[in-house]
């Protein structure tokens, strides 16, 4: 049987987001290892997301912690009428810990 390709439903940012919202206070560390991929990617991804004003830090020692802005929009056009709170409560209702 020859092996699945692997894909993801969610682009970067999204999948960022996602991890995010089902581990409120995690760290670069735990989000890279989570998805595969290296913690400068993670970094880059985090980055936009604040700037897009869809997560918030919290600084402890050398370590940053995120979770979601409930009230952030998503800066897709066609998803943009929605908050993250919004729009999380369908993907995964009972597995994602929003304030």
């Not at 940012?13 to 670069?28: E, N, R, S, W």
């Not at 993907?91 to 304030?99: C, D, F, K, S, T």
Request: proline letters at 8%; glycine letters at 6%.
């Amino acid at each position: 049987m020859p092996a699945r390709k692997s894909w993801r439903l969610f682009c970067s940012h999204g999948a960022v987001l996602f991890y995010i919202a089902q581990h409120p206070a995690c760290t670069i560390s735990e989000i890279a290892s989570a998805l595969v991929v290296t913690p400068r990617t993670v970094w880059r991804l985090v980055g936009d997301l604040k700037r897009s004003g869809l997560i918030q830090t919290r600084k402890d020692g050398r370590r940053h912690h995120y979770w979601l802005e409930p009230e952030g929009r998503l800066p897709d056009p066609v998803l943009s009428h929605l908050n993250l709170r919004q729009i999380m409560s369908v993907l995964a209702p009972r597995e994602v810990g929003l304030p």
